[in-house]
Structures are given as structure tokens and as C-alpha cells.
């Protein structure tokens, strides 16, 4: 993982999330206040516009300032929850240009980390951590299966944490909401797509499009 | 969709526009996107400062000024603000003696209020916080985020905000603040959903003889869903919910809030406001003070939330204090 491609996740994150922000407020409107997709939207645009205007020099750097961006621009809840992730993430890692496989997959762990301690929601409550758990750890599982020396490590790693987010996007369904806005529907919010766990799934499939790009 | 705007991304600035020109007792800085008293900052006095996403007009900035808000930040529609607006409207308002910040329940404002503390923290500024979750409609559990703030938000602000105008320090100001909040409890019913600028279409979609019971104000859909029924039907079971919760006993005074939530014609309030009057009558609990109106509303979405404040000799004192806002003013 290096500093372009941590940018060109960053980019096609935001162009997915552009395209499919019709459908994240969509989501939001069946269980929450119809705004997902336009905050999403308006937060990695802002990132997009903030990573065009520098130069970090580190990987690490590059999801510092996003993280900020984030904090700073979108406000509601997912601001500051991606936004302390991708901060948490940016932290984590080694300074310098490139960092490997295992500690860009250390730093996921710790976005998740301050993602939940922020948010303080558990697997099963219906919200971003039922995508982002599963991503690290099929990311994880990968990586030890595979190995994670050069670009193949990588680009396995990432597509195994795509599909888990994927597949923990869908098994968020069934659940009844127990944090955020959707849990004030209570029963209702069963059969329901998590809003949340979409622009998961979203912006891990990103990374790991970004990571298969020749 | 139909609405007077130009376009959706310029709705909450654009009105804020409009803000500044009808109330030049208000400074409106468009660049922190933050509404502050024209005095702030004011020797001795705490600063008090709310804020959330917009759509819920005139709460929160049309309660800035005397014996209310010092500052509001308005988010996006239905979004919280984010921490630097706060941070700044702390700045602006702070005169040495603290901040309070009065805060509704929701995951959202909860974060960004708290990540603003902790930056206003790092420069000198000591900030106090009000929880408002008044709204019984939610049960408070692990199942949930926690009751919302919805209708005790717009007491807890004048109330607190009298004390501060008194010279109260921001200690004695939160505690007040939660003392209201903890007396306060507050229902919704839909008849209508809302459509946010952004999003263009309704939040969801309710048959013509069907209410959403138990609503809150972001368009989200209720507890359940039922027949549509008369005035003295809702009116007794929304006060019944409240009174459930929050018992009032007969000889005791409340503060009573009937509120539309954004397109419900006074007509309509105030006969259900007669109509819980008549109940509480009945129940032998004076109603001591009364507000009817939209003072905090979901956009264009046909509604009520009935409000009933337990009160007390002080409470009524300073709900009696002179206020000079916007959207509320007496006494002066």
C-alpha cells in the first residue's frame, strides 16, 4: 500500500458513493432520515477536493487528512464515525511512503477500533461494524493464508474483505436495530438493508477495485 | 417535491441569509455557519449554545438572543453540526465563565457536541452539556440509542438560558437544564411524512386514513403505524404516554407544549390543546403555562408532539423571565 494507492482507494470510493447515493438515502429513508447517501456523498467529495489540494508524503498522512475531512465536513453520525476510522488508520501506520500488507491490515483493525468506541455498537446491532468486522477478519485470514508479500497479498487480502463486507451488508436484514437512528423503529427496522453497512460494503469493494488496478 | 428553494445545497445557507436580514440583532457568520447573539461575548455570563440539524425551525437559532441561546449551529437538513462549528460558536460566546452545551439524544449531535468539547477543552473553554431526551415514545434500553430530544429542548433552552441571563455559573445552568429535561416528557404523532430538499420524495408513505404514532422529528417513520382517529382519541392516549412516564399528580403545575410539527394548522393545535386541557383539568393538574405553536418541527410534515413540563415555583420564575428572540419573546 502506497500513497497513490491509497488515493485512487480514496477516489473510487467517492465515485461509488456518488453513484450509488440515490440508493444509501433510499436505504436510509425505510429506517432512518433519508440522508446517508447525501452526506456520504458531500464527505468523500470533500476528501476528494482535500487530497487534490496536498501532497502527503506518507500513506499514513493521506488517511489522517481524510479522517479530518471527514470530521470537518459531514457532520450526523457517519462523519464522525468513518472519519475517526480512516483517522485511527492513519495513525496506526508506519510513517513513510509504502507500508505493507500486515500493517495496512493492523491499521484497519484500529479504525474499527475508534469506530467503535466512538460509536459503541456491537456485532449484530445493525450498523457499520456488521460489515467492517468481517472485512478485517477475512482480511486477516487471508493474509495468513496467502502471505501478504507484494501486490498479490494485497489484492487478495482486500478482495476477501470485500466479500465479507458484502456478505455481512446482507445479513444485516434480519436484524433489529439496536444503535443509531434505526433503533428508535424498534421491530420495525427488521428487513431492512443497514444503511451504514452498505457505504461499508462500499468502500471496502473500492479499496479492493483500487488494489486490483494494474 | 415542491418547495420554495433555489437548490438543495443551498438551502440551509440561503436561509440563513434570511436570518441575518430580518433579525440585524443577530450575527450570522455564513463562513462557520453559526448563529450568535450581537452582545457575545458578555462579561460574567455562561455561554449557552445548542445546536443540530436544520429542518426543525425556528428551533434552534430562532432562540438566540436575550434569555435564551447565546449561539446555535445549524447542521445540514436533519444532520448534526460538525465539531468545528461548535468549537467556533464557543469562541464567539465564551466570555471566561464557560460554556453549556444543550444537546438532543441523537447518535449524531451526541459525537459531534462531545469531539467539540474536547476541542474547546484543549483551548481553555470549560464546557458543561445538557442531555434532552424527553421523548417516551422510545424506550430507554440497550435495544435503543435512547430516548430522543425532541419538544423539551425549546423549555430546556429558556429556562437554563433565564439563569445564565441571571449570572447562574455554568454548573448551576447544566444542572437546571437537566432538571427540566428530567421533568419533561413528550410524544409525536404523523399524519403526514416530511421530504428533506436533499433527498426530493417523502421519507415514507401513509394512507390517508393512517397516523405514524410515535414519531420523532428527522421524517423517520414511527412506532407503529394505525388508523387514523379523532382529536380526543390522540390527545388522550399521546397525554397518557407522557403521563406513564412521567407522572404529574393532581395539585402539582405543569408547562404544557403543544407543538405542530411544521404543517399542521394552528386550528388543529389548539383543539387538541383544548382537548388536553380538558384532561389534564380533569386530572386535577394545573396547567400553569402554555405554548401553542411550531417551535420545533420536521420540515413540512403534518403533526403534534404534546410536551408536559412538571414545574415548580422556579421553573415558572424563569419560564416568566424576559426572552427576546426570534421565536419567542415576552417580558421585555
Redesign the interface.
Known amino acids: 500500500m502506497d500513497v497513490a494507492l491509497a488515493k485512487a482507494w480514496l477516489d473510487t470510493a467517492a465515485d461509488a458513493i456518488a453513484a450509488q447515493a440515490d440508493q444509501l438515502?433510499t436505504l436510509d429513508?425505510?429506517?432512518?432520515?433519508?440522508?446517508h447517501g447525501?452526506?456520504m456523498n458531500?464527505g468523500f467529495g470533500a476528501v476528494r477536493t482535500a487530497l487534490a489540494g496536498a501532497a502527503p508524503d506518507g500513506v499514513g498522512a493521506v488517511f489522517t487528512l481524510a479522517g479530518s475531512t471527514l470530521?470537518?465536513?459531514?457532520?450526523?453520525?457517519?462523519?464522525?464515525?468513518y472519519g475517526s476510522a480512516l483517522r485511527a488508520l492513519g495513525k496506526a501506520l508506519p510513517d513513510g511512503p509504502e507500508v505493507d500488507a500486515a500493517a495496512f491490515g493492523a491499521g484497519l483493525r484500529a479504525g474499527l477500533e475508534a469506530l467503535r468506541k466512538?460509536?459503541g455498537a456491537a456485532p449484530g446491532d445493525k450498523t457499520i461494524v456488521d460489515a467492517y468486522l468481517p472485512a478485517v477478519d477475512a482480511y486477516d485470514a487471508a493474509l495468513r493464508q496467502h502471505g501478504g508479500d507484494g501486490d498479490g497479498g494485497l489484492a487478495a487480502a482486500t478482495r476477501a474483505a470485500a466479500a465479507a463486507a458484502a456478505e455481512g451488508m446482507r445479513a444485516t436484514v434480519p436484524l433489529?436495530a439496536?444503535?443509531?437512528?434505526a433503533?428508535?423503529?424498534?421491530e420495525?427496522s427488521i428487513g431492512h438493508q443497514d444503511p451504514g453497512a452498505t457505504s461499508t460494503w462500499l468502500i471496502f469493494q473500492a479499496l479492493a477495485d483500487a488494489a486490483a488496478a494494474p | 417535491m415542491k418547495k420554495f428553494i433555489n437548490h438543495p445545497d443551498a438551502v440551509v445557507r440561503e436561509a440563513l441569509v434570511g436570518l441575518a436580514a430580518a433579525h440585524p440583532e443577530l450575527r450570522v457568520d455564513l463562513e462557520q455557519q453559526i448563529v450568535v447573539r450581537a452582545d457575545a461575548p458578555r462579561a460574567g455570563k455562561v455561554g449557552l449554545i445548542s445546536g443540530g440539524g436544520s429542518g426543525h425551525e425556528p428551533l434552534h437559532a430562532g432562540f438566540v438572543g436575550l434569555g435564551m441561546l447565546d449561539a446555535a449551529c445549524p447542521g445540514e437538513v436533519f444532520t448534526s453540526p460538525v465539531p468545528d462549528q461548535i468549537l467556533a460558536a464557543a469562541k464567539a460566546v465564551d466570555a471566561g465563565s464557560g460554556v453549556v452545551h444543550i444537546v438532543k439524544n441523537y447518535t449524531g449531535d451526541v459525537m459531534n457536541f462531545q469531539m467539540a468539547a474536547e476541542l474547546s477543552g484543549d483551548e481553555g473553554i470549560e464546557v458543561f452539556t445538557v442531555l434532552v431526551d424527553d421523548d417516551v415514545a422510545v424506550e430507554d434500553s440497550t435495544w435503543t440509542a435512547g430516548r430522543r430530544g425532541t419538544g423539551a429542548t425549546m423549555l430546556v433552552e429558556k429556562i437554563a438560558g433565564a439563569l445564565a441571563e441571571e449570572g447562574g455559573d455554568a454548573a448551576a445552568v447544566a444542572a437546571l437544564g437537566t432538571r427540566v429535561n428530567e421533568a419533561s416528557a413528550s410524544f409525536a404523532i404523523a399524519l403526514t411524512p416530511c421530504t428533506t430538499p436533499a433527498a426530493g420524495r417523502p421519507g415514507f408513505e401513509l394512507g390517508e386514513d393512517e397516523m405514524e404514532v410515535g414519531v420523532g422529528i428527522h421524517g423517520e417513520p414511527g412506532r407503529r403505524r394505525e388508523k387514523l382517529r379523532p382529536a380526543r382519541d390522540i390527545a388522550t392516549m399521546t397525554l397518557e404516554a407522557i403521563l406513564a412516564a412521567k407522572p404529574v399528580a393532581a395539585g402539582e403545575d405543569a408547562i404544557v407544549l403543544m407543538n405542530g410539527l411544521g404543517a399542521t394548522p394552528l386550528i388543529e393545535l389548539y383543539l387538541l390543546y383544548g382537548e388536553v386541557a380538558g384532561l389534564l383539568e380533569s386530572a386535577g393538574v394545573r396547567i400553569a403555562r402554555n405554548l401553542v405553536g411550531n417551535y420545533v418541527t420536521s420540515l413540512d410534515m403534518a403533526g403534534m408532539s404534546l410536551t408536559v413540563c412538571r414545574a415548580d415555583p422556579e421553573l415558572l420564575r424563569l419560564w416568566d423571565a424576559p426572552v427576546r428572540t426570534p421565536a419567542l419573546r415576552w417580558g421585555v
Open positions: 438515502t429513508a425505510a429506517i432512518g432520515d433519508s440522508d447525501v452526506n458531500r470530521v470537518s465536513k459531514v457532520g450526523g453520525a457517519s462523519g464522525p464515525l466512538l460509536g433489529q439496536r444503535k443509531g437512528r433503533s428508535y423503529l424498534g420495525r
